[in-house]
């Protein structure tokens, strides 16, 4: 299967503390992104990184990107209660023009 | 609207029915997919359209379930003789370029009794 591992499953952090979550993938990419899902409901998209990147910002995110170790990880600096959702990597399949998710991480920010 | 609109929002139906499900795309977005969320579970590829291409149905789990496309406009999923396995969140997703930045629906509830 395509489908990415998200490491860890669930993180309980305190409000204001940073959040790291870890994803995993088994074949060659062109790129990565990262969703967050409120509610298990719609997914909202956050950032996406190419397989030529190594790091990349947006706001308080910052994703960076191992191909040679096939992971990714997602930091939250500065933890909100709002940030509390899960959150989900995503990858294609190098020439595939689908999509595959991890299984998530369930975020808890307690304010 | 601007987003992607699912719908309906939650279906309750019985074992054995068919269901109907649609999504109305982002205009101008080529690509669509669905994706099957059980309770608490990751996203479950389903199938996915570009344009006037073949669709990839390689992720719907049996032949009670096809969808269709036409064009880049609305497309719906069906399920024939639902089951009680086939309770979960539809989701669909479309986007300007393939692979990229997906803009989700909020998705259908469905719940087989």
């Known amino acids: 299967s395509q489908q990415g591992e998200e490491d860890p499953q669930a993180l309980s952090i305190q409000e204001g503390e940073n959040a790291t979550m870890n994803c995993s993938y088994k074949t060659s990419i062109n790129n990565l992104q990262w969703y967050r899902q409120n509610s298990g409901r719609g997914l909202v998209h956050l950032i996406l990184i190419r397989s030529n990147e190594r790091e990349k910002h947006s706001g308080r995110l910052r994703v960076t990107l191992d191909t040679s170790k096939k992971s990714s990880s997602l930091l939250i600096t500065a933890s909100r209660a709002a940030d509390t959702a899960s959150y989900f990597c995503?990858?294609?399949?190098?020439?595939?023009?689908?999509?595959?998710f991890g299984t998530g991480t369930r975020l808890t920010v307690i304010p | 609207g601007a987003g992607v609109s699912q719908s309906p929002s939650n279906k309750v139906t019985e074992k054995g029915k068919d269901v109907e499900l649609r999504c109305d795309p982002i205009?101008?977005?080529?690509?669509l997919y669905w994706y099957r969320q059980r309770l608490g579970q990751g996203l479950e590829f389903l199938i996915y359209?570009?344009?006037?291409?073949?669709?990839?149905k390689s992720g719907l789990p049996s032949d009670r379930f096809s969808a269709e496309r036409t064009g880049e406009s609305v497309s719906t999923l069906t399920i024939q003789r639902t089951q009680q396995e086939d309770s979960a969140v539809y989701l669909c997703a479309s986007s300007p370029v393939v692979s990229e930045k997906l803009f989700f629906g909020s998705g259908t509830q469905l719940s087989v009794l």
């Open positions: 995503a990858t294609d399949n190098g020439g595939a023009n689908n999509l595959f």
């Open positions: 359209f570009q344009g006037n291409s073949a669709p990839d």
């Open positions: 205009s101008g977005h080529t690509a």
